[in-house]
T-cell receptor
């Protein structure tokens, strides 16, 4: 089955700096890669996703890149703000199967 | 509009008891998923429903776990003879069958087995 590795487990940056979180996956059949943000005690919320026919996607301060050959994808947050502080999860899905396999999460702390 | 809802929000039970957790998906969402999140961990897939059928129940950790969905809407996850290692937050998500695969999550049920 699919295995998703995520790093770093914790990341502390100064407000205004960029943050990068990286994930690797094992199943070449995976073709959908979402990123979820989870604030303390809250439900996970989708912030951006990418499909395997696209190499990069951007939404304001957030971007995701995908390298299918190397089986890795990354989340980039620019101009970080304190409200970006949360746990971020990457995930991978074979849309034929539909179950998401999640990484173990990255706790991002943005210092004001 | 209304999002995914789950009940109860918290459940404390004694080891060996059975528990039922409920999920109400977003109206019109045909796909429903159950995940488990242990403290400080990522989300672990349990089971997926399309309509009332479960094409993928590969994530259920043991035969003490079962789930059903009726009327293509509400789903119940049942854990029999609960063990302390069952303690976790159980999250439900739903999605449509459209091109978007986005799964919308509920607030979860925090289960504590004493």
């Amino acid at each position: 089955g699919e295995n998703v590795e995520q790093h770093p487990s914790t990341l502390s940056v100064q407000e205004g700096d960029s943050a990068v979180i990286k994930c690797t996956y094992s199943d070449s059949a995976s073709n959908y890669f979402p990123w979820y943000k989870q604030e303390l005690g809250k439900r996970p919320q989708l912030i951006i996703d990418i499909r395997s026919n696209v190499g990069e996607k951007k939404d304001q301060r957030i971007a995701v890149t995908l390298n299918k050959t190397a089986k890795h994808f990354s989340l980039h947050i620019t101009e970080t703000q304190p409200e970006d502080s949360a746990v971020y999860f990457c995930a991978a899905m074979d849309t034929g199967r539909r179950a998401l396999t999640f990484g173990s999460g990255t706790r991002l702390q943005v210092q004001p | 509009g209304a999002g995914v809802s789950q009940s109860p929000s918290n459940k404390v039970t004694e080891k060996g008891k059975d528990v039922e957790l409920r999920c109400d998906p977003i109206s019109g969402h045909t796909a429903l998923y159950w995940y488990r999140q242990s403290l400080g961990q990522g989300l672990e897939f349990l089971i997926y429903f399309q309509g009332n059928s479960a094409p993928d129940k590969s994530g259920l950790p043991s035969d003490r776990f079962s789930a059903e969905r009726t009327g293509g809407s509400v789903s119940t996850l049942t854990i029999q003879r609960t063990q302390q290692e069952d303690s976790a937050v159980y999250l439900c998500a739903s999605s449509t069958r459209l091109a978007s695969n986005e799964q919308f999550f509920g607030p979860g049920t925090r289960l504590t087995v004493l």
